[in-house]
């Protein structure tokens, strides 16, 4: 599966965006959907993942409460809405596909090429 990012861009303190994530392929429904983050000089991190379905998801403790993230299979496309957005969530964002539901880096299979996200103070 391929996976184009999209939707980040500058934005103050306190503010919001929505990443989107578009999926090639007719398979998009099979796989576990995730985000992670890379900030310069940091290691990636998970963000937060979703199932199959949509029906359930789990996040990083750093980002939960103020992000969501969503699926629509007939789009073939997953979201994250991120809320109340903080300087240190100042990142590249990445989309990811795995058959596995979970918050490890090394579950993931397909990455899409990233989304800046910068957040001034």
């Known amino acids: 599966v391929q996976l184009q990012a999209s939707g980040g861009g500058l934005v103050q303190d306190g503010g919001s965006l929505r990443l989107s994530c578009a999926a090639s392929?007719?398979?998009?429904?099979?796989?576990?959907m995730g985000w992670f983050r890379q900030a310069p000089g940091k290691e990636r991190e998970f963000v937060a993942a979703?199932?199959?379905?949509?029906?359930?998801?789990y996040y990083a403790d750093s980002v939960k409460g103020r992000f969501t993230i969503s699926r629509d299979n007939a789009k073939n496309t997953v979201y994250l809405q991120m809320n109340s957005l903080k300087f240190e969530d100042t990142a590249v964002y990445y989309c990811?596909?795995?058959?596995?539901?979970?918050?490890?880096?090394?579950?993931?299979?397909?990455w899409g090429q990233g989304t800046q996200v910068t957040v001034s103070s």
């Open positions: 979703i199932t199959r379905s949509g029906a359930g998801e």
């Open positions: 392929g007719r398979t998009f429904s099979s796989y576990n």
């Open positions: 990811t596909a795995s058959q596995v539901f979970g918050s490890d880096y090394g579950l993931y299979d397909y």
